[in-house]
Structure formats: structure tokens, C-alpha cells
């Protein structure tokens, strides 16, 4: 079973559990683990029946079956201005150069959270959310 993190957006699979199921250690798709507590991912059923399927296709193809769905999803930490200009609609190469500078003004210059996009106001975030279209 996959999972959303509903911090970031990132789906995510788990790894072990404890305190009785309250945290969980998670993997990303990028590989990062880490650990979140029971509150912060949601089941994604639409994610997890992807992969299955995908697996079938895998091993009829006789490749290595994956574990997550190709992700569509524009990582916004790792993504260039042009990159978010090009793939977010309503987002100009101006704004997009702004969202860079908000990141590496941060710690650890990465955002950790959708919510800190909401700094620039020009953008109807929430739309872009609902459409699924970035992650951290």
C-alpha cells in the first residue's frame, strides 16, 4: 500500500512501524527515509493500484517490477526556474526565479512544506495543489 504525505505531496511506501502503530519509517520516492507520525500520510489508492499494475506489465516484460508509479509531480526543491515556469501554468519565468530565492533563503535551502509557497501571492496555490502538479 502506498501513501500521501500530506506535508509534501511526496507518495510514500512503509517501511516498519512502532508505539503501536502511532510513527511510521517511510521511503520516498527518491529513496530518503524518514519518519512521520500516523497523522501525516493518508492512504492512496489510485497510486497503489497504479503500481500493481505496472508490476504485471513488469514482470510479463521480464524487468524488475517498480515500487512506486511514474511521478508527473514536479519536485519544486530540485527543479530549475525555467523547470516550474515551464511546468506550472500561470507561473512566468519572474515568479519562478522568486520561488528560487524564497528556497535558498531557507534552511537547509529546501522547502519542507507546500504551505511555505503561499509567500508569494501573485499565485492561486491552491488550485496548483488540488491539481497535484508540485512536491517538496
Same mark, same amino acid.
Given at each position: 500500500?502506498?501513501?500521501?504525505?500530506?506535508?509534501?505531496?511526496?507518495?510514500?511506501?512503509?517501511?516498519?512501524?512502532?508505539?503501536?502503530?502511532?510513527?511510521?519509517?517511510?521511503?520516498?520516492?527518491?529513496?530518503?527515509?524518514?519518519?512521520?507520525?500516523?497523522?501525516?500520510?493518508?492512504?492512496?489508492?489510485?497510486?497503489?493500484?497504479?503500481?500493481?499494475?505496472?508490476?504485471?506489465?513488469?514482470?510479463?516484460?521480464?524487468?524488475?517490477?517498480?515500487?512506486?508509479?511514474?511521478?508527473?509531480?514536479?519536485?519544486?526543491?530540485?527543479?530549475?526556474? &525555467? /523547470?516550474?515556469?515551464?511546468?506550472? +501554468?500561470?507561473?512566468? %519565468?519572474?515568479?519562478?526565479?522568486? @520561488? #528560487?530565492?524564497? &528556497? /535558498?533563503?531557507?534552511?537547509?535551502? +529546501?522547502?519542507?512544506? %507546500?504551505?511555505?509557497?503561499?509567500? @508569494? #501571492?501573485?499565485?492561486?496555490?491552491?488550485?496548483?495543489?488540488?491539481?497535484?502538479?508540485?512536491?517538496?
Amino acid at each position: 500500500m502506498l501513501y500521501q504525505h500530506t506535508k509534501t505531496g511526496a507518495r510514500v511506501k512503509v517501511i516498519s512501524e512502532w508505539d503501536s502503530g502511532e510513527w511510521f519509517m517511510v521511503e520516498d520516492q527518491d529513496g530518503r527515509l524518514y519518519t512521520v507520525y500516523k497523522t501525516e500520510i493518508k492512504p492512496d489508492e489510485s497510486a497503489t493500484k497504479t503500481v500493481k499494475t505496472l508490476q504485471v506489465k513488469d514482470k510479463a516484460a521480464k524487468e524488475a517490477p517498480r515500487a512506486f508509479p511514474p511521478d508527473h509531480r514536479l519536485n519544486i526543491n530540485v527543479a530549475t526556474a &525555467q /523547470m516550474i515556469a515551464d511546468h506550472i +501554468k500561470g507561473i512566468g %519565468l519572474k515568479t519562478a526565479r522568486e @520561488i #528560487k530565492d524564497i &528556497q /535558498m533563503s531557507l534552511s537547509g535551502e +529546501k522547502f519542507s512544506s %507546500l504551505d511555505q509557497l503561499k509567500q @508569494i #501571492k501573485r499565485v492561486d496555490w491552491d488550485s496548483v495543489f488540488a491539481a497535484n502538479l508540485v512536491r517538496v
